[in-house]
């Protein structure tokens, strides 16, 4: 959803909490990677669920190394007055379960100009690995 108040953002991270939860039934799955746009800032409470639900924000990770800035992704294309991209609303996120994890060890959001043709969001990249 693209709603400014939230209303649809909150209730989809509901259940979308409640289908990677109800994944910890299997015990082969090493972990969920969960990431897309979703026209969420930080500060919604959409992004509250996700995070209380156990998925952790690949940006606000401390194991991680982030990249600069605060990870803004949207607009994509600054043609006017534009010090930096103004809001981060494209995530990736990491729900571990069983016995063997997923890590990830950095994230950032590819800020070149090639991107921005595209979308009109940057693309927000991480590097996995198998522990």
């Known amino acids: 959803g693209c709603h400014f108040s939230g209303r649809e953002q909150y209730q989809q991270a509901g259940e979308l909490a409640d289908f990677v939860n109800s994944l910890d039934q299997d015990n082969e799955i090493r972990g969920v990677v ?3 746009d979703f026209n969420s800032p930080p500060w919604f409470r959409s992004m509250e669920v996700l995070r209380k639900s156990g998925m952790c924000d690949m940006w606000e990770s401390p ?4 990249g600069s800035r605060h990870g803004g992704t949207f607009p994509s294309s600054c043609r006017l ?3 930096e ?3 981060r609303l ?5 729900h571990h379960s069983g016995r063997r994890r997923i890590s ?9 100009v090639s991107s921005s043709v595209a979308s009109d969001h940057l693309p927000l990249i991480a590097a996995f690995f198998l522990q």
């Open 34 to 36: 969960v990431c897309g």
């Open 63 to 66: 194991t991680v190394a982030a």
């Open 81 to 83: 007055l534009c010090f």
């Open 85 to 87: 991209r103004l809001l």
């Open 90 to 94: 494209d995530y990736i996120f990491l």
């Open 104 to 112: 990830c060890k950095e994230v950032h959001v590819d800020d070149g």
